[in-house]
Structures are given as C-alpha cells and as structure tokens.
C-alpha cells in the first residue's frame, strides 16, 4: 500500500522582506504496512490564494517507519507580493489563506519504487 497523504503541519513564516520571504512546513504522510520504505523523491507546486508561489523538488531520502506517521519538510522561497496580495483575504479570514499542493513523491520498497499522488487544498493558518 502506498503511504497516505495526511495534509499540512506546522506552516509559518519564517523571513518577510521585500526580496524574498521564506516559508516552512511539514507535509503529514502515513505508511499503513508493517514495514519501513524510503521516500526517494518529491516534487510539489505549492500555490497560495490560487497563485502559484513556488515549485518544490525534493531529491534526498527519507526513511519512512513502519505502521507511523512520517513527515516531510518544506522551505518555499516565495515572492513576498503573493503574500501582500493575500494579507486582506487573511485578515477576513482570521489568518487563513488558502494552500495548495500539487504533485507527487516516489517510495521505494525492496528495489521496487512507486509514486504517491498528492493534490490537497486547506485553508490553512499562517503564524
């Protein structure tokens, strides 16, 4: 069984300035069988309020425990102009913006790799 897609943890603002902001999160994923794999690679686009605010290649391992959660780490370098542009819809919607991700990662299990589809939209808080 391929992991499932859980959603978003953990999303914040990390740098805001005019050239460039910095965001963080974790994508959530669970792995339902009773042994460990690999994620060997992901790549994800990232939009924020409908824009498309970054594309996210992930090329290292990450070792994923048997019958757990596992999370997957993301820093989006983002134009701080998607984020002004959003800041009166945050505010109506008690710091909310709507995210996003689309693309996919590749597990790997004894030699045998495989993709795991990812589309998700939240509105999600922004601290």
């Known amino acids: 069984m391929a992991p499932e897609y859980l959603g978003i943890r953990?999303?914040?603002?990390?740098?805001?300035?005019?050239?460039?902001s910095l965001l963080h999160t974790q994508l959530s994923f669970y792995n339902p069988n009773p042994f460990t794999m690999e994620l060997k690679r992901g790549e994800v686009s990232v939009f924020l309020d409908d824009q498309l605010a970054n594309h996210y290649v992930m090329d290292s391992t990450i070792n994923i425990p048997r019958q757990d959660t596992f999370y997957v780490p993301l820093n989006l370098?983002?134009?701080?102009?998607?984020?002004?542009?959003?800041?009166?819809?945050?505010?109506?919607?008690?710091?909310?913006?709507?995210?996003r991700l689309l693309g996919s990662i590749r597990v790997k299990r004894s030699g045998i790799s495989f993709n795991v589809p990812?589309?998700?939209?939240?509105?999600?808080e922004i601290r």
Do not use: C, H, T, W
Request: zero cysteines.
């Open 77 to 99: 370098k983002v134009s701080p102009k998607i984020l002004i542009g959003s800041a009166l819809r945050m505010l109506m919607n008690d710091n909310k913006i709507k995210v």
């Open 118 to 124: 990812i589309n998700y939209e939240v509105m999600q």
């Open 10 to 20: 953990d999303f914040s603002v990390q740098s805001f300035n005019m050239d460039e």
